[in-house]
């Protein structure tokens, strides 16, 4: 089965939910190409104060479908690649802000997906990593970049190198996400913060 993606509107803000069968969301080509057609898509409506992307309470997302990246040919390899480097792009100078509502693991894929958000809520049960420094690969999806100037280099040598996590607390206290808030609570923080930033504006 294949990672969904799920949308909704709650209020003046557009919920994009990342989805699997199994609870944890995976990065495929199918997946990014929907999450680039809602971008394109919302973009162009009138009133959006921003959009909140958010997974399952077991995972935010957990980066690529190793089954699926092994199988691909060097040449399709490439291209998956740059088509990852496309959605981060993408959302990173996205014209509405667009908030990471993050509960359970976040790491890899997902973990580039949330530092390329303009802005991260963690729930308490929020895991952050990149696990493949401990199976020798690195990301290529600009998250050692991102990572390095939001949390400082010491800290994005620290994760990438040795694969460990780190939990919501020590991700606040790396400047990584903005709020930590109870488990269920992330995507009201995270619509809330919008629709106050969306008000601000208008005054």
């Given at each position: 089965?294949?990672?969904i ?21 995976r ?15 919302l ?20 980066g690529?479908?190793?089954?699926e990246v ?10 998956f690649?740059?088509?990852g480097?496309?959605l ?52 290529g999806?600009?998250?050692?970049q ?8 010491a800290?994005c ?7 460990r ?35 601000a504006?208008?005054?």
């Amino acid at each position: 089965m294949e990672s969904i993606l799920r949308s909704a509107w709650l209020g003046s803000v557009a919920l994009l939910q990342l989805d699997d069968p199994s609870g944890y969301p995976r990065l495929e080509r199918a997946l990014i190409k929907q999450l680039l057609a809602q971008f394109d898509a919302l973009e162009q409506m009138s009133g959006l104060a921003g959009i909140v992307l958010t997974g399952t309470p077991q995972a935010f997302a957990v980066g690529a479908n190793l089954a699926e990246v092994s199988a691909l040919s060097p040449l399709d390899a490439l291209r998956f690649s740059r088509l990852g480097q496309r959605l981060m792009q993408r959302v990173e100078r996205y014209t509405k802000p667009i908030a990471a509502a993050i509960c359970g693991y976040c790491l890899g894929g997902g973990f580039d997906l949330a530092l390329a958000c303009h802005v991260r809520i963690a729930a308490e049960t929020a895991v952050f990593g990149h696990p493949g420094g401990s199976l020798g690969i690195i990301t290529g999806w600009g998250g050692t970049q991102r990572l390095s100037r939001i949390a400082g280099r010491a800290r994005c040598l620290e994760i990438l190198t040795t694969g460990r996590t780190l939990t919501a607390a020590e991700a606040f206290a790396s400047r990584l996400v903005s709020r930590v808030v109870p488990a269920e609570t992330e995507v009201n923080a995270a619509v809330a913060l919008l629709e106050a930033a969306a008000a601000a504006k208008q005054r």
